[in-house]
């Protein structure tokens, strides 16, 4: 069973930074798309980003393109989500989710396959 463990959230200053890890138990990691998703209260979960299992190509939700960065290192097995120039309404549960052997723009949650237990980022302003 695949497992996935968030962590780097916490509380920041709007225009601060955060970087989230996603860490992944398997060494099978390199042959995942890697998402990322936030859930803020009383909203349905959202696609934040995705990166294709090589690396390669990466995807943003309009609302954090230009602010936020994927990326997976193989050799390490995480996969992690850069978020810079934070604003109070990037507040949510982000989670980190695996997908294996999809089709298409991966920007929809049931595209995945394994997901992490979550980690709380909240933005003050």
């Known amino acids: 069973q695949v497992q996935l463990v968030e962590s780097g959230g916490g509380l920041v200053q709007a225009g601060g930074s955060l970087r989230l890890s996603c860490a992944f138990s398997r060494r099978t990691f390199s042959t995942y798309d890697m998402g990322w998703f936030r859930q803020a209260p009383g909203k349905e979960r959202e696609f934040v980003s995705r990166i294709r299992w090589s690396g390669g190509t990466t995807y943003y939700a309009d609302s954090v393109k230009g602010r936020f960065t994927i990326s997976k290192d193989n050799a390490k097995n995480t996969a992690y989500l850069q978020m810079n120039s934070l604003k109070p309404e990037d507040t949510a549960v982000y989670y980190c989710?695996?997908?294996?052997?999809?089709?298409?723009?991966?920007?929809?949650?049931?595209?995945?396959?394994?997901w992490g237990q979550g980690t709380q980022v909240t933005v003050s302003s």
């Open positions: 989710a695996a997908a294996k052997e999809r089709f298409g723009p991966l920007t929809g949650s049931s595209q995945y396959d394994y």
